[in-house]
Structure formats: structure tokens, C-alpha cells
């Protein structure tokens, strides 16, 4: 049988696996408790509009439905995401600012491959969605991290300066990757003021900012800030988000709010990656938008998930130890902590399937895999049954590695 | 407003736009009969059959189809992917050797990012699959030109000589991308004979196959013949087909058969792409194979195609000019017409549309662009009637052409 190593491209052995995903496969078919996931509770799917809508879209609709459609994305469908778009402040744009993507996964891989380059400096939040570091490090760019304060939220102060310091050495951060609201995995959010300031900084040392809004309509608590995109006014922010946690996952669709040149470039990129996104997707998501199915739908999401978190956290209150810091979100689906500086979350991690519970170390979600004393904890999808049971064992685990140190 | 042009990465300057979708742009609200597309009729999709079966899977099954699931795909589907397989000959597999896209599409795309660098000798059809060419195209790699004759297909000794040439200067194909089947766009189909000297050139030269059956199963005429795969000893042959053919584009399902390293190497890939396919896309697929909706719809379908392709074929026969050639393909959805070499279809094709008529010139489908008079002519989508008049008035112009020349 011939050997595949030999005949790979120099680009594969820049790839990294998930480790979210590699972790999952190590708690199938076992009892534990997974605070690893990242899934949506499914009892917050509308399944009866859904299946209401799809029946509708392919009696009515089949040759249009079922058929090829464009690559930006059907045209019904992206004036509905003008619509939903306007509902998170984003306003004076038309459909021909829309891009509509297999989730928002895609929007991160495609906007990564069009800008980056091997070399040069994208800022990213130090920790920052997993996923989205993977795609960057394929690209070999210098990272600069940004912390993120469980306080005080992503360290505008530190971004300043290294962007003076930058300046005085003739270097320049092209983009800034930045989750804005109920980060993931910290679980911060950025204010009003500081979102201003970030686009004022973009906008005098000239870089762009891509925005990942996943959870900009998951906001369970308070109001959800206006997005970077509805401020800004140079078009210098590329906006993405996501149906995954308002309507269904499975239906794998996202969208992109950009300038035209933007999208233009991402209808090139995209005819050689998959065509176009599902048109039968489409339909039945521009369906869910039109008829009020993801607008009134979302309260119960909201509500099924700050009752998690409420669990969460006060289990968490009752079973860490008083040394952590975890946050506070006020929305998404993560809580995020951070132990006392000894213990290494990956190494816990054994001891802690062992005894029936998963979560995700943190140093996963570092540009430099630092932050090795951190964890990050699912609510949205376990039972709160599950979430006190988990969290309990996971104190104890803790509190036993803590004593061992 | 920000200028984009500065921010863009070098890759993004290796991309290029399909020809084929600017000129259905091009079309848009004009009387145009369309010769261009590559849509397949509509009324073929079993839309009654895909309703009942999207009503069932979100009735009974809406925890997991509207939800997240697996890079690799469902495992239910993939299940039936490999009964599907085996219709085509493809047999000892699991459901460990399959692995679903959206669409076969990205199929390719993530085949030639994983295995081709710049530089890499790649062998492709000339003419080939434009779609494949622009990805392969932004990979960089020295193309070896295989030439397709109208009747006698693939040139494989033109491909045995250049093998064993560049052995001689110690250089080495690393992978054939061919399309065995209802060659897109020559029309030829490989026999048998040429598909098992193929593999053995495959194995004594050491490169990888990878095939493209997307008209595997729609051979209307005579027997389809087996694929590389299913006579594939070493499992030197990447496979992949497609759904939008046999059941709905709008689905963008296809899938790869081959082996657990390269469907490894696709997980890690399709990770950072889009984490999976559509879950509600894969839910129905499962379905329509386990039901028989797609075996008991392809009667109709090759029915519907071939009596197309005879219209065109016998428009063809009356209209065009004697000197020109053209395929006779026993499936897929096009004819390729070769004309008298003072022709440019580049050049012809605005007198066409001014005429009312649309096809795609052939040179994009050549990797050196050559091919020049030559041009793809799609039987599937437009009526019957259609079919008859575009061809009459396209023989016209081909007829005043040549005499203007």
C-alpha cells in the first residue's frame, strides 16, 4: 500500500488538530460528565418551525430550494440578514455587505487566508477562541497577544502600547482578531467606551478588525453592547456571526458583514473552497428570520442558559477553592477559570476523567499556549443536574491537586 | 473609507474567478438562452421525496440533525455512503474510509491543499475540470497537459511518455486529477482497458489518482464503467462524487472514498474550513439512500438527460459546419464542441449573446489556456426547445464567423 507522508504538502504539517474536538473523542461511549462541549442545549432548537418552514421551502420553492444558488449567497436570504444585521445596531448597509458562509467557522478561515501572511503581526486576545488560533497559525503570522482581564476585559492599554512601540520599530499589526461580547472562552465583555477607543486606535495605526459576534444576540444579562461594526465608520471592521446558537447548528450557516471589496474578494475565495453554502439552509434560515422564529425564540435560549450559568456558578462558588478567579458572563455559553498558579490544568485533566468529568485546559485557547493554570466550562449543554455533580467532583479534583503541590 | 488593496495576502493575487459564474452574470435579466450553466433540470429532483424525508428526520430526530456533529460526517450517512460506494463498484471499505463535503467541490480543494505545493508536478486532463484548475492554479504547481482526444479519450501514452521522460531527468508526478466518467468537459469515457493501464502507470511511476466520478452514476448510456477506485490495489485513488447530480445541488453533499490517512488528513483540514458539513443535509442524504429514493429517481433522471443530449446532438448534426467536431458523451450533462481552428470562442462569444445564446469558450478549461476553438455546451438545464433554437442560432453565428475569417 503506498505511503501517503511523502506526497503531503508543506502547508498540511501547519495544521492542527482541535483540541476540543480530540478531547471529545476521548469521552465517547465513557460516563462522564463533559464540561468540554460546546454545543447548544437542543431542547432551545425551534425543531416545529423548523420542520413547519422546511416542509414549506421544498413545496413551494423546490426548483429554487434544491437547486445550485450563488456564492455570496441567495439574494432573499441576505436581505433578511440586512434585517437581522440592523437588529444588532449594524445599519446603512444592503445585501451587497452580506456574505453568507458554511458558519462562521468558514467567514474566520476564508478572511484569514484573503488578509494573512506568513510574517505578519496579527493581534489576538490572550486566551481567544481555539478555533480561530488554529486557522491563523496555518498562516505563520508574528502573534501579539492582548490580555484579558476577568475584570476588566481585553487590556486596550497593553494594545496601545505595543502599537507605539510598534510604530518606533516600523512595524504594523495588520488585523486584530477580537470577540467583543461574552468572549470565549474568558467570558468578558467589552464596554461601550473601550469599543470606541479600539476603533479609534484601528483607525490611527491603520489596521483592520475582524469581529466575531457568535453570542452578540446571546446576551442573557444586561443589554448586548452595540457591535464594533455599528460604530464604525472608516469600514474597517469585517463583522461575522453565526445561526449556530440562535437557530440550529446543523443547518452550519453564517454571515459576513463587510465592505464590498470585501466581499468580492471573499466570492473569489469561496468559488474555489465549496461553491456556495447550502441553498436549502438558506431558505429555511431566511424563513426563521422572516416569520419571527429566531426573534421569538431567543428569550427561551436566554433563559434556558443564565439558569445553567446561575448553576454553574454557584456550584462554582461552593466547590473551588477561594484562591480561583473564574468569570461572570453575561452571555455565550462558557465560564471561564483561572486557579491558583501551581496547578497545570492539562495534566489535571487525567485525574479528572477519571473521575468522571471533562472540561477543555485552557493553554489551548493561548497564541502561546501559556495560561496552563486555566480551564474553560460548558453550561449550555449539560443538565443542571450534571453542571452540580460536575462541578462538585471538579472541586474536589482541585482541591486534592492543590494539596499535592 | 480603508483601502483594502494593501491588506490583501499573496495568495489572494493567485486566485481567479470562475469564467463560467461571471458569464451567468453576464446573462442576468437578459433573453439569453443559456448553453453556459451547469445546473441540472429541476424537475429531476424527487422534491416530494426529499419533503416527507426533511418532515421525518426533524419530527424524530432534531436533538442531533439540527445540531452539531462530526468533521469526518455523520456516521449513520457515512454508513450508507459506503452501500453507495459499492453501487459503483467500490467495495471492502468501512465507513472509516469515507468522509463527507460540502459538495465534491471542496473535495478537491482540500485534496490539493493537503498533497500539492508550489512546484509540484501535477498531471491534469487537457481540457479539465475548470473549477479544479482555479484551485489547483492558486497551489502553484508545474502542470503536465494530458490530452483528451474526442474519440479516443485520455491520451495515455502521451502520459507514459512524459512519465518516463521525467523520470530520465529525475523528476516525478505527484498526483493525475482525472475524471474517468463523462470527462467534464470532453465528454469522453475511459475504458476499461485504459483505467487498469492507468493504475499500473500509477504504481510504477509512484503518484497518487485523484477521480472525480461526479457522473458516475449518471451514465445514460451503455454501462457505467467501474471506477479507478474500485480497481485500485494499492489505494493509490483519492475518490469523490457528488449529490447534486443524483439528488439536489442545494444539498452541497459529496463525499471522498480513500484511505485512513488521507481521510485523517481531511479531518485536521476540514477542522479549520467549516468544523463539519450541514448535519441536516447529511440526515436527509442517509435517507434518500436508505429509502431507494435515489436508485428509484435515476431512471429519470438519465431518462430526462439523454433525451436532451439526443436534441442537442441531432441540433448540432443540422447547424453546425461540417469541418467541427464535437463529443458524444454517454452521460453528464455536456457537450464539447471542437470548430475550425481560425475560430475564437473568447472572441465569438459577444456576437453569441447578442444573438441570444450562451455558451462557455473552452480555454478556460485548458490549464494553458489553449482550446481556443473549442467550447462547452450544457443539455441538462434549458428546455428542449431551447436546446433547438440556441443551437440553430449559435450555428449561424459559427457559420458567419468562419466565413468572415
Same mark, same amino acid.
Given at each position: 500500500?503506498?505511503?501517503?507522508?511523502?506526497?503531503?504538502?508543506?502547508?498540511?504539517?501547519?495544521?492542527?488538530?482541535?483540541?476540543?474536538?480530540?478531547?471529545?473523542?476521548?469521552?465517547?461511549?465513557?460516563?462522564?460528565?463533559?464540561?468540554?462541549?460546546?454545543?447548544?442545549?437542543?431542547?432551545?432548537?425551534?425543531?416545529?418551525?423548523?420542520?413547519?418552514?422546511?416542509?414549506?421551502?421544498?413545496?413551494?420553492?423546490?426548483?429554487?430550494?434544491?437547486?445550485?444558488?450563488?456564492?455570496?449567497?441567495?439574494?432573499?436570504?441576505?436581505?433578511?440578514?440586512?434585517?437581522?444585521?440592523?437588529?444588532?445596531?449594524?445599519?446603512?448597509?444592503?445585501?451587497?455587505?452580506?456574505?453568507?458562509?458554511? @458558519?462562521?467557522?468558514?467567514?474566520?478561515?476564508?478572511?484569514?487566508?484573503?488578509?494573512?501572511?506568513?510574517?505578519?503581526?496579527?493581534?489576538?486576545?490572550?486566551?481567544?477562541?481555539?478555533?480561530?488560533?488554529?486557522?491563523?497559525?496555518?498562516?505563520?503570522?508574528?502573534?501579539?497577544?492582548?490580555?484579558?482581564?476577568?475584570?476588566?476585559?481585553?487590556?486596550?492599554?497593553?494594545?496601545?502600547?505595543?502599537?507605539?512601540?510598534?510604530?518606533?520599530?516600523?512595524?504594523?499589526? %495588520?488585523?486584530?482578531?477580537?470577540?467583543?461580547?461574552?468572549?470565549?472562552?474568558?467570558?468578558?465583555?467589552?464596554?461601550?467606551?473601550?469599543?470606541?477607543?479600539?476603533?479609534?486606535?484601528?483607525?490611527?495605526?491603520?489596521?483592520?478588525?475582524?469581529?466575531?459576534?457568535?453570542?452578540?444576540?446571546?446576551?442573557?444579562? @444586561?443589554?448586548?453592547?452595540?457591535?464594533?461594526?455599528?460604530?464604525?465608520?472608516?469600514?474597517?471592521?469585517?463583522?461575522?456571526?453565526?445561526?449556530?446558537?440562535?437557530?440550529?447548528?446543523?443547518?452550519?450557516?453564517?454571515?459576513?458583514?463587510?465592505?464590498?471589496?470585501?466581499?468580492?474578494?471573499?466570492?473569489?475565495?469561496?468559488?474555489?473552497?465549496?461553491?456556495?453554502?447550502?441553498?436549502?439552509?438558506?431558505?429555511?434560515?431566511?424563513?426563521?428570520?422572516?416569520?419571527?422564529?429566531?426573534?421569538?425564540?431567543?428569550?427561551?435560549?436566554?433563559?434556558?442558559?443564565?439558569?445553567?450559568?446561575?448553576?454553574?456558578?454557584?456550584?462554582?462558588?461552593?466547590?473551588?477553592? %477561594?484562591?480561583?478567579?473564574?468569570?461572570?458572563?453575561?452571555?455565550?455559553?462558557?465560564?471561564?477559570?483561572?486557579?491558583?498558579?501551581?496547578?497545570?490544568?492539562? %495534566?489535571?485533566?487525567?485525574?479528572?476523567?477519571?473521575?468522571?468529568?471533562?472540561?477543555?485546559?485552557?493553554?489551548?485557547?493561548?497564541?502561546?499556549?501559556?495560561?496552563?493554570?486555566?480551564?474553560?466550562?460548558?453550561?449550555?449543554?449539560?443538565?443542571?443536574?450534571?453542571?452540580?455533580?460536575?462541578?462538585?467532583?471538579?472541586?474536589?479534583?482541585?482541591?486534592?491537586?492543590?494539596?499535592?503541590?
Amino acid at each position: 500500500m503506498v505511503n501517503y507522508q511523502p506526497f503531503l504538502s508543506k502547508d498540511t504539517s501547519l495544521l492542527k488538530t482541535s483540541e476540543i474536538r480530540d478531547l471529545l473523542k476521548l469521552t465517547e461511549g465513557r460516563e462522564v460528565i463533559s464540561l468540554a462541549g460546546g454545543l447548544p442545549d437542543p431542547t432551545t432548537f425551534p425543531a416545529e418551525d423548523i420542520r413547519r418552514i422546511a416542509d414549506d421551502v421544498i413545496k413551494e420553492e423546490s426548483a429554487q430550494a434544491l437547486q445550485y444558488s450563488t456564492t455570496s449567497g441567495v439574494l432573499s436570504f441576505k436581505k433578511e440578514l440586512v434585517n437581522l444585521s440592523k437588529m444588532r445596531g449594524i445599519s446603512s448597509i444592503s445585501e451587497d455587505n452580506i456574505f453568507v458562509t458554511v @458558519g462562521s467557522q468558514e467567514a474566520l478561515f476564508m478572511i484569514f487566508n484573503i488578509f494573512i501572511d506568513k510574517g505578519d503581526y496579527v493581534a489576538v486576545e490572550n486566551p481567544s477562541y481555539l478555533a480561530a488560533l488554529n486557522i491563523l497559525r496555518a498562516r505563520q503570522p508574528n502573534f501579539i497577544g492582548i490580555d484579558v482581564d476577568p475584570k476588566n476585559g481585553t487590556n486596550l492599554d497593553q494594545l496601545e502600547t505595543k502599537l507605539r512601540q510598534m510604530k518606533q520599530e516600523n512595524k504594523k499589526i %495588520k488585523m486584530f482578531y477580537v470577540i467583543p461580547t461574552a468572549q470565549n472562552p474568558a467570558g468578558t465583555t467589552m464596554k461601550l467606551e473601550d469599543r470606541k477607543r479600539l476603533l479609534e486606535l484601528a483607525s490611527q495605526y491603520d489596521f483592520i478588525i475582524m469581529e466575531d459576534d457568535a453570542y452578540g444576540f446571546l446576551v442573557f444579562e @444586561g443589554d448586548s453592547p452595540a457591535p464594533l461594526k455599528a460604530l464604525d465608520k472608516e469600514g474597517r471592521v469585517i463583522y461575522t456571526s453565526t445561526f449556530s446558537k440562535i437557530l440550529s447548528p446543523g443547518l452550519r450557516l453564517g454571515w459576513v458583514v463587510a465592505e464590498t471589496d470585501v466581499i468580492k474578494e471573499m466570492e473569489i475565495y469561496k468559488q474555489n473552497v465549496d461553491l456556495h453554502t447550502p441553498t436549502l439552509s438558506q431558505y429555511i434560515a431566511r424563513e426563521a428570520i422572516k416569520r419571527g422564529v429566531i426573534m421569538n425564540n431567543l428569550p427561551k435560549v436566554k433563559n434556558t442558559y443564565i439558569e445553567k450559568r446561575n448553576v454553574m456558578l454557584q456550584a462554582i462558588e461552593e466547590n473551588f477553592p %477561594k484562591e480561583a478567579k473564574w468569570s461572570r458572563p453575561v452571555g455565550g455559553m462558557f465560564v471561564f477559570a483561572w486557579l491558583p498558579k501551581g496547578i497545570d490544568t492539562t %495534566k489535571m485533566l487525567e485525574k479528572s476523567m477519571a473521575n468522571g468529568v471533562a472540561y477543555v485546559p485552557g493553554s489551548s485557547f493561548y497564541y502561546d499556549y501559556s495560561g496552563k493554570n486555566t480551564m474553560r466550562l460548558n453550561f449550555s449543554y449539560p443538565s443542571k443536574e450534571q453542571l452540580r455533580r460536575g462541578i462538585e467532583t471538579l472541586g474536589k479534583v482541585i482541591k486534592e491537586e492543590l494539596s499535592a503541590s
